[in-house]
């Protein structure tokens, strides 16, 4: 009980709450404008493979513009490139309502726009991640990627659910147009952020040599590195599970499209549960074993999940592992902005926005396994995979049994420099 205060303690920050409240507006009208926009493409071409076309044309430039967005988080004012990309981002959506509105649009305007926004996320991406500790300092980061990750989680499950219903009885211009609002109400927000400025030689160095020098960070930093390639498990062996919920809902368990909907809210629950318990432990430096247990627990009740023969019992135990990967991944991001210096920040955020782009590559092969086998020997053999993979780290990385003293050490040192 002593640790309530502590679970939003983060919003006492003035500028914090402008900045959370421009990321839940933006998050929410992203969320959603996924979705719609699938229904979109299959109302355009009654075509499975074109939702798979619109998903690639989004995530690919996520792997090769996100150096790019990491190096401008480091050489300009933060605030600015957010608010710049946002513009971006409203034009786009412009484009694309004017073309619903007037019966003109087609799949390739749909893919080109989905494309630029597929370009422009990872050019803002970094530097919202970035920014985060110029508002609230390493002390009160834990907290702040804790809210972060809570928010996104609630948009990740209302977002959708609210476009599909305004998208049935308001049609798609109007739903176009409520994104838009909520676009402009981000921007709003960052206008009241305070601006964050790179350091002073930034500029002196060449473009592509700081991008290069982010790579180069990982190179000489091993417990950065490792934190990198941990979080790369279970984005790449498990996060892909997600695209086979429906075949469970409908092939497993035959509910049908309305128990997709509560199986994907279940999962949002649990992230939602899960960022909120990392709230509430955020004063405290035990990473290292919170994030084992958490794999531990995602691995163990995803093959749960896999094998159960009652849909009833899949929804707690799907639950339970989305508030397992939440908690690692927050608990492992939070590691990794402690650790690094501010001038590096935005490269190596960058490089973790990448590690999205990468989710579809993992979704290809258990595809492929489930189309085969089926899909609960596809998501057991991934999570038997992933808890290989995590006793290998935990139990030879010496890199990883340092990440408690490495992180409160960062913490004490930024205290010291705020009090100087």
């Not at 002593?2 to 507006?25: C, D, E, G, M």
């Not at 019966?103 to 630029?116: M, P, Y």
């Amino acid at each position: 009980m002593k640790r309530w205060p502590t679970v939003f303690s983060s919003l006492s920050h003035n500028q914090f709450r402008w900045l959370y409240a421009s990321n839940i507006s933006f998050m929410f009208a992203m969320m959603g404008q996924f979705l719609v926009r699938s229904i979109l493409a299959y109302d355009l071409t009654q075509s499975p493979f074109a939702l798979g076309v619109l998903s690639f044309v989004v995530a690919i430039p996520m792997l090769f513009i996100s150096p790019i967005g990491g190096a401008l988080a480091d050489r300009v004012d933060r605030r600015k490139l957010i608010l710049l990309a946002q513009s971006l981002v409203v034009i786009d959506e412009v484009i694309t309502l004017i073309l619903i509105a007037t019966n003109t649009i087609n799949l390739w305007h749909l893919l080109v726009l989905s494309a630029i926004l597929g370009a422009l996320f990872p050019l803002m991406m970094p530097a919202r991640q970035a920014i985060i500790v110029n508002v609230v300092g390493k002390q009160g980061l834990p907290n702040a990627m804790a809210m972060q990750m809570g928010g996104m989680n609630l948009t990740r499950v209302l977002g959708p659910i609210i476009a599909s219903i305004l998208v049935a009885f308001v049609g798609y211009t109007s739903t176009f147009s409520v994104a838009l609002v909520l676009y402009f109400c981000a921007i709003a927000c960052m206008f009241k952020v305070h601006p964050s400025y790179p350091d002073e030689d930034m500029n002196q160095r060449s473009f592509f040599g700081d991008i290069l020098d982010g790579f180069k960070y990982l190179k000489v930093n091993r417990p950065v590195f490792t934190l990198l390639v941990l979080g790369l498990v279970p984005t790449l062996l498990i996060m892909p599970f997600q695209a086979l919920l429906v075949v469970f809902a409908q092939e497993v368990w035959g509910v049908g499209e309305i128990g997709f909907g509560v199986l994907q809210a279940a999962a949002g629950i649990g992230g939602i549960a899960g960022a909120f318990y990392v709230a509430l432990i955020s004063t405290s430096n035990r990473r290292y074993k919170r994030m084992l247990v958490s794999l531990i627990v995602l691995a163990v009740t995803l093959v749960g999940f896999a094998y159960s023969p009652w849909f009833l019992l899949a929804l707690p135990l799907v639950f339970i592992a989305e508030i397992g990967v939440t908690v690692f991944m927050t608990l492992n991001n939070t590691a990794i902005q402690l650790l690094i210096p501010d001038a590096i920040r935005g490269r190596v955020m960058a490089l973790l926005m990448m590690s999205f782009g990468l989710t579809p590559l993992g979704t290809l092969p258990m595809a492929a396994l489930a189309e085969k086998y089926g899909a609960p020997i596809a998501v057991a053999s991934a999570a038997a995979l992933m808890l290989l993979v995590t006793g290998l780290f935990f139990g030879y990385s010496k890199n990883l049994r340092k990440i408690d003293y490495l992180s409160e050490k960062a913490i004490q040192e930024d205290i010291i420099r705020g009090n100087k």
